[in-house]
């Protein structure tokens, strides 16, 4: 019988942790289905079956963390179906499913029809309501909602059934969701289509919104109550989080970092973003301040390409980058991901657009795989979307600086032709660069040309 065990998903994985099981015991289950959801060091992946047949075991519960080799699913053959034998399947690759945006690893079309299940027998009681209540939902007569029926004995060869009397119908980024807010789904009233339990259901529960700000900030990462009754909570530092802490603490103390500050007018800019919203071709597209800021970063690093450049240690050499990856930091339940817009600058404004709006959309579903979060050589990090002016960013580990920006204000301003005082749009940038190899001059230029191109986005005409 064959056994499915954790690959390694690329990038050196040793191990991850079981997020949500897409299939259960008895579900028939086709190649490249979409079993189950696993958390690595840097992103959620959704792994698909190598195997045709019947799953026999589930061989690691939600929420352990095994091994890279370890089996983790039991899939025999079913009794009307030759045996299929094992496909390899390119589990670094996010694009291989050739589906849309946010869509991993395979083809989604089967695993989109769910599981298939076989006619089995059931035990009269719980087993039995069970099986009528599914029933009416498959046919779409009714929500799979079952009554609380005493349970009877059920024969050695039935298989058991969850002991809750509620069945929860929800898609698997909403179970992840109510995972990270300790929401429980069978408390909760479905209000989405066909009786399904939404986004907005589990945010509710929980006291709190978890929504996209501009483009690249996800809001709403749980925290403890400090209504609780305890003393104390202890987390697990595990995943993306652990990841995160690694690199961080690497490049605080191993790039000698500077942070220089600038606030700028950014008026003009504001009127451009309105008049964009406007355009046909970017109505379909989130355009904020921030695709302004990404632009005028990209054209600046013409003129500082030591930006976009990265520190060699162990080959004692500055390696130039000529092409650039854009990455947006974006903060989520599960800790903060890096993804990035690969050869931004060959982009045209409507094109980066595109590509920042599904980076969000893919961030904030939890979906990031890390071939998007891999080969970066410059950050932009948004914090103003929750209200704060700017901060001191420490780099990504394998670039050279980080661009922090912050919240965007009506504040008073004295016009540098007039002398008056005047209500204007603020905001403030803080960069941080590599000072071994980037001096203060060049750090200094750089941020001058983006405050520049800010202020005035007709000026990137001389870039």
């Not at 690893?105 to 006619?119: E, M, Q, S, T």
């Not at 973003?273 to 406007?278: G, I, T, Y």
């Not at 046909?280 to 302004?292: F, I, T, Y």
């Amino acid at each position: 019988m064959p056994e499915y065990k954790l690959p390694d998903v690329g990038e050196g994985l040793t191990e991850a942790e079981i997020v949500a099981w897409h299939v259960q015991v008895g579900d028939v289950v086709e190649i490249n289905q979409v079993v189950v959801e696993i958390e690595t060091a840097k992103s959620i992946v959704e792994l698909p079956s190598p195997y045709a047949g019947e799953v026999s075991a589930i061989l690691v519960e939600v929420g352990e963390t095994v091994p890279v080799g370890t089996p983790i699913i039991a899939i025999g053959e079913p009794a009307s179906a030759a045996p299929e034998a094992p496909v390899e399947i390119d589990l670094s690759n996010p694009a291989a499913s050739g589906g849309g945006e946010g869509e991993s690893l395979v083809g989604r079309n089967k695993a989109d029809r769910g599981p298939v299940r076989r006619p089995r027998k059931v035990a009269s009681g719980a087993m039995a309501a069970h099986m009528q209540a599914q029933a009416a939902f498959e046919s779409g007569a009714a929500p799979l909602v079952e009554a609380d029926v005493p349970e009877t004995p059920v024969p050695s060869r039935a298989v058991e059934t969850p002991a809750a009397s509620v069945q929860v119908l929800a898609k698997p980024p909403v179970r992840k969701l109510a995972k990270d807010l300790g929401v429980d789904l069978r408390s909760l009233t479905p209000t989405g289509p066909d009786g399904t339990v939404s986004r907005e259901d589990v945010e509710s529960a929980a006291g709190t919104v978890v929504e996209a700000g501009t483009v690249g900030e996800v809001r709403g990462a749980p925290a403890p109550s400090l209504g609780t009754t305890e003393r104390e909570t202890r987390e697990p530092i595990k995943g993306v989080r652990k990841m995160m802490a690694q690199a961080m603490s690497q490049s605080a103390f191993t790039s000698p970092h500077v942070t220089e500050w600038v606030t700028v007018d950014v008026t003009r800019t504001m009127e451009l973003v309105s008049r964009l919203r406007a355009r046909r071709e970017l109505r379909e597209v989130k355009v904020s301040p921030l695709l302004v800021l990404a632009r005028a970063c990209i054209l600046a690093m013409r003129r500082t390409p030591e930006i976009n450049s990265w520190w060699d240690d162990a080959a004692q050499e500055v390696v130039y980058k000529h092409y650039v990856n854009l990455g947006i930091a974006a903060a989520t339940p599960r800790g903060l991901v890096v993804p990035n817009v690969k050869d931004a600058d060959r982009l045209s404004l409507v094109e980066l657009a595109q590509e920042l709006t599904a980076l969000t959309a893919t961030a904030r579903d939890g979906k990031t795989q890390p071939a998007q979060m891999s080969g970066g050589t410059f950050t932009i990090t948004n914090v103003g979307v929750f209200g704060v002016d700017a901060g001191t960013p420490i780099i990504n580990p394998g670039e050279s600086a980080i661009l922090c920006f912050g919240a965007i204000r009506k504040q008073p301003w004295v016009d540098q032709e007039t002398g008056e005082i005047v209500a204007r749009d603020l905001t403030t940038l803080a960069l941080s660069f590599d000072h071994r190899h980037i001096d203060g001059e060049k750090g200094s230029r750089f941020l001058a040309d983006v405050a520049g191109i800010l202020e005035d986005p007709a000026t990137a005409l001389l870039y």
